[in-house]
Nanobody, 124 residues
Framework: QLQASGGGLVQVGGSLRLSCAAS????????MTWFRQAPGDEREFVAT????????YYGDRVKGRFTISRDNDKNLVYLQMDNLKPEDTAVYFC???????????????????WGQGTLVTVSS
C-alpha cells in the first residue's frame, strides 16, 4: 500500500514537500513515480526515480523546480516542490511498479500500486 501526504494550500512561489509511505511490503526494488491530475485533465507524469535512487526523470512542466528522492530504509519517497505555480494545482499520486519493468516511465497504466492522492492548491 502507498500513502501520499503533505499536500495543502500554498501561495505562488512557495514550496511543499510531499511524502509517499509504502507499507505491507518492501518497495526498495520498485520504481517510484509521482503523477498528478487536475480537474478535467488526464493524469500527468511528474517525476520518477529508480529503486537505486538514480535514474530520475521529470515532466517538462516541473523540470528544474521539483526534486524526487527516496529513502529505502524508511520506505519513503519524497517530492520537493519549489517555486510553485497555479498550474501545479492538482491531486498528486504516488505510484510504484517492479524495477524490472522497462516500459515508459510516464505511462500510468504500467504501474501496479497507487496511493490515494494528496491535494496541492497553489493560490495566486
Amino acid at each position: 500500500q502507498l500513502q501520499a501526504s503533505g499536500g495543502g494550500l500554498v501561495q505562488v512561489g512557495g514550496s511543499l514537500r510531499l511524502s509517499c509511505a509504502a507499507s505491507g511490503r518492501s518497495f526498495s526494488r520498485y520504481r517510484m513515480t509521482w503523477f498528478r491530475q487536475a480537474p478535467g485533465d488526464e493524469r500527468e507524469f511528474v517525476a520518477t526515480i529508480r529503486w537505486s535512487g538514480g535514474n530520475t526523470y521529470y515532466g517538462d512542466r516541473v523540470k528544474g523546480r521539483f526534486t524526487i528522492s527516496r529513502d529505502n530504509d524508511k520506505n519513503l519517497v519524497y517530492l520537493q516542490m519549489d517555486n510553485l505555480k497555479p498550474e501545479d494545482t492538482a491531486v498528486y499520486f504516488c505510484a510504484a511498479r517492479d524495477g524490472t519493468n522497462l516500459g515508459a516511465v510516464g505511462l500510468a497504466g504500467l504501474y501496479d500500486y497507487w496511493g490515494q492522492g494528496t491535494l496541492v492548491t497553489v493560490s495566486s
